[in-house]
């Protein structure tokens, strides 16, 4: 019962690093998300995929990039980190898109501190 | 700007007692959503609401979407310890793909 799994679970880095996050699911599910998870601010959007090949941005974009190679896999890849881009990111992976009112799975979440 | 906005941010009651968070917004949206996530997990959903003025019960919680679709209430009857954490609603403007997620409601039972 894997569903959705992130690597890594906690992670410091020095401004002007860079990093992936990792995401895979095993549900087959289509579409995928990465969110971030600010205090007293609910969850962001960053980018979404909703297949193999096919990504778009969401409400916080800059700063990140994202690939989706194959349905199972959706790494958030983080240029030149920043002390804003602290924050607990949450993969999250649906059958079918939110449009039809799709049950979001969410990973465990990585908690990146940017130093 | 919050699209959707969350209260009380904060709850803390006695095991046994009813309470009521909110969800609002001036928006209007197609469906609603409600999440609870516990510490150092993700979200999972609790339900999902479609119609205005649907009333969904699972077990001893109770959720409400307005009539007018602009907002929603979840009803706990006789909190117990396990109810404690971070509830979260999630919206689906008309004409949108995109969920938004409300602020939250950090809720603590306390035995």
């Known amino acids: 019962n894997a569903g959705v799994t992130q690597t890594p679970k906690f992670r410091i880095l020095k401004i002007g690093q860079s990093m992936t996050l990792q995401c895979t699911q095993d549900?087959?599910?289509?579409?995928m998300y990465w969110y971030r998870q600010d205090p007293g601010m609910g969850l962001k959007l960053i980018y979404y995929?909703?297949?193999?090949?096919?990504?778009d941005k969401g409400e916080v974009p800059n700063g990140y990039n994202v690939s989706r190679s194959t349905t199972e896999d959706f790494p958030l890849r983080l240029e030149l980190a920043a002390p804003s881009q602290t924050s607990v990111y949450f993969c999250?992976?649906?059958?079918?898109?939110?449009?039809?009112?799709?049950?979001?799975?969410f990973g465990e979440g990585s908690r990146l501190t940017v130093l | 700007t919050q699209l959707l906005e969350q209260s009380p941010q904060f709850l803390s009651i006695q095991e046994g007692e009813n309470l009521t968070v909110y969800c609002n917004s001036s928006?209007?949206?197609?469906?609603l959503q409600w999440y609870r996530q516990e510490p150092g997990e993700g979200p999972v959903l609790l339900v999902t609401?479609?119609?205005?003025?649907e009333v969904k019960k699972l077990k001893r919680l109770t959720f409400q979407f307005g009539d007018a679709r602009k907002d929603s209430s979840l009803h706990i009857t006789a909190a117990q310890p396990g109810d404690t954490g971070l509830y979260l609603c999630?919206?689906?403007?008309?004409?949108?793909?995109?969920?938004?997620f409300g602020t939250g409601t950090r809720l603590t039972i306390i035995p």
């Open positions: 999250a992976s649906s059958r079918s898109g939110t449009g039809r009112t799709g049950e979001l799975f």
């Open positions: 549900m087959n599910h289509n579409y």
């Open positions: 995929s909703v297949g193999a090949g096919i990504t």
């Open positions: 928006s209007v949206f197609s469906s």
């Open positions: 609401v479609v119609t205005g003025g």
């Open positions: 999630a919206a689906l403007p008309f004409g949108n793909e995109k969920l938004t």
